[in-house]
């Protein structure tokens, strides 16, 4: 995860506060006891910047000890062999330090990833049970996309007329779907293929379409609009629009056909 450019000044804070703490404490501490500190900062950083900023700490975080706090002091030189193998020890545990925090952070995101995931699917099919028909089922949907992805939500079904046109529906009676919304949704129905931004077809458009297909076939368009900014599309965030892409294109099957049988 590429961390913010802002992160990387904060681990230069954090190292200035590292070696104010050195200077206060190098009267009755030894080295040994006192690159310590460092180390404390470094998982700091790690924890709360990332591991971009948290490796240059340790980097930075060698060079300024050996600077200040290692003889000849003022100088990059070493001259005893303990205090270059302290040296390299304190900037191969901050390495260390620093990727095994990262994975750490990584693997608790993605857990917590996918409970979200998983609440908000079951959050889906709970509403899907309690609907009866087919307005509830499109406020279900629409209602939860947007509360689940943080975006506004159309959902395109073919119109009981002319199934080769589809309809949207939302919820928001700001969002407006314009022609270039119908011609994208209907060009997505028909080719049963995602499209928008962070795809090869239509990576300007102001929204991303993804088909709802079934085993019978396709049952309509879900739209996700990104209103003031364009849109970017994470693979583990694309990963969930098609999960509930699915549920709802079975849903929505279910109840067509129960309405066809009428």
Same mark, same amino acid.
């Not at 205090?83 to 990262?102: K, R």
């Given at each position: 995860? #590429? ?9 230069? +804070? ?39 900023? &948290? ?19 003022? &100088? ?26 990262? !994975? ?39 209602? @939860?996309? !947007?509360?689940?992805?943080?975006? +506004? ?11 080769? !046109?589809? #309809? ?8 407006? &779907?314009? +022609? ?12 049963? #293929? ?11 458009? @102001? ?18 609009? +990104?209103?003031?900014? !364009?849109?970017?599309? &994470? ?23 129960? #309405?066809?049988?009428?």
């Amino acid at each position: 995860v #590429k961390s913010h450019p802002r992160n990387y000044f904060i681990a230069l +804070e954090i190292l200035v506060i590292a070696t104010l703490l050195a200077e206060l404490l190098h009267t009755v501490l030894n080295p040994t006891n006192l690159i310590m500190i460092y180390v404390l900062m470094i998982v700091i950083a790690a924890v709360f910047v990332g591991l971009g900023p &948290s490796i240059l700490l340790s980097i930075l975080g060698v060079l300024t000890f050996d600077f200040l706090f290692i003889p000849p002091y003022y &100088s990059f030189s070493v001259q005893n062999i303990p205090d270059i193998f302290m040296l390299l020890t304190l900037l191969v545990v901050g390495i260390v330090i620093s990727y095994l925090t990262a !994975k750490f952070r990584q693997q608790t995101e993605a857990a917590w990833q996918r409970e979200r995931q998983t609440e908000s699917l079951y959050a889906l099919s709970r509403d899907m049970a309690v609907s009866n028909d087919l307005e509830s089922y499109i406020h279900a949907i629409v209602r @939860r996309s !947007k509360e689940t992805f943080g975006r +506004e939500a159309v959902l395109y079904l073919p119109e009981a007329q002319n199934g080769e !046109k589809l #309809k949207p529906y939302a919820e928001n009676p700001e969002i407006i &779907s314009n +022609e270039n919304d119908n011609a994208a949704a209907l060009w997505a129905f028909e080719h049963r #293929k995602i499209i928008g931004p962070g795809t090869d077809t239509l990576p300007n458009a @102001r929204a991303s379409f993804f088909p709802l297909i079934t085993a019978r076939g396709i049952v309509g368009v879900l739209a996700l609009f +990104e209103i003031g900014r !364009k849109p970017e599309l &994470s693979r583990e965030w694309e990963r969930l629009v098609e999960a509930y892409a699915d549920l709802a294109a079975v849903s929505l099957e279910g109840i067509l056909l129960a #309405k066809e049988s009428q």
